[in-house]
């Protein structure tokens, strides 16, 4: 699709709306330095320094609160540097789903201010971990050990909520949130192609929750993760590099917080730790070079939209 062809998509896609403001923009952080090991206070409190300094964003979201800490650790520091933070619950195995809802139910209730909202998986049914039955019951269990005053939900791929996976937690009433992630780069587009494609898929996945939902009001809705690798191997058609990533990160993402949209870029600072990923092709992609910054918070290019 190209960009020209975005706003009949979106026309096609559902009861979908914008904000007539601009939407907010941020960040996935992760909780591990660049050796592998995990961060401490101290690296919240510097990664929270340059965020503020280069963009925009006040609200970061993070995968797992028990690993490292990363509950305890980085609501305190968001309390200090006015942020917000989407807490994670890794929900693929009964000792981390335990876990991280504990890190939850302790830190939360103290920082209430601090947590945005809390996701109970990250494209759990797009591996196939759980149907979209299973997953609910997991949301609803999480609802209930945090009580009120906390908006929970999930993040998942795009198709999985366009092609009716996510229909049971969707029709519930008990998802307050949903974050939808969508990569060009994993589909193998061409530059030019690019944000026309996130769009499509965004605007596929937005249209049909809210139709299912009952009304545009009815679930709040974010890009959960999008983004574009500054270094690596090519995957399919799809080119990484600086250049590359810049033009995303400007035409796409922008373009989507402008119209009004909520967007998670992925992600704020390289994580030069992480092992290859491993695309639908099967063909091995790198994940270390997909920060908007370096591991030591240095901008690749500017991140204001």
């Known amino acids: 699709m190209r960009f020209s062809t975005i706003l009949s998509a979106a026309a096609a896609a559902g009861p979908m709306v914008a904000s007539a403001a601009s939407g ?19 690296d919240y409190t510097a990664d929270f320094a340059s965020l503020t300094k280069e ?27 006015g942020f917000q933070v989407v807490l994670g619950i890794w929900p693929d195995t009964d000792e981390s789903f335990k876990a991280d809802k504990a890190a939850v139910v302790a830190n939360a209730a103290k920082y209430k201010d601090q947590v945005y909202a809390i996701t109970v998986g990250s494209e759990s049914m797009y591996r196939g971990n759980f149907t979209g039955e299973e997953l609910l019951s997991k949301i609803q269990d999480v ?28 029709t519930s009433g008990s998802a307050d949130i949903l974050l939808t992630n969508a990569f060009s780069y994993w589909q193998g587009q061409v530059l030019s192609n690019s944000t026309g494609s996130f769009y499509d898929d965004i605007f596929q996945a937005f249209g049909h929750i809210q139709e299912k939902a009952g009304g545009t009001d009815k679930i709040e809705l974010w890009v959960g993760e999008t983004g574009w690798p500054t270094d690596g191997d090519m995957y399919q058609r799809a080119q990484p590099g600086v250049h ?36 639908e092709d099967g063909s091995i992609a790198d994940e270390t070079s997909w920060g908007a910054m370096t591991s030591d918070r240095k901008a690749k290019y500017s991140l204001r939209c």
């Open 55 to 81: 963009t925009s964003s006040k609200i970061v979201r993070i995968y797992a609160a028990s690993d490292c800490d990363v509950a305890k650790l980085i609501l305190p520091a968001a309390k200090t540097a």
């Open 24 to 42: 907010r923009m941020g960040f996935a952080l992760g909780n591990k330095k660049s050796d592998g090991s995990c961060k401490d206070a101290a």
């Open 244 to 279: 590359e990533a810049d033009t995303f990160y400007h035409q796409a993402v922008c373009g989507m917080v402008d119209w009004g949209f909520n967007v998670f870029y992925f992600e704020a600072f390289d994580e030069e730790w992480k092992p290859h990923a491993v695309g």
């Open 143 to 170: 609802k209930s050990a945090v009580g009120t005053g906390f908006k929970v939900g999930t993040a998942d791929s795009w198709n999985k909520y366009a092609d009716g996976t996510a229909d049971a937690i969707i």
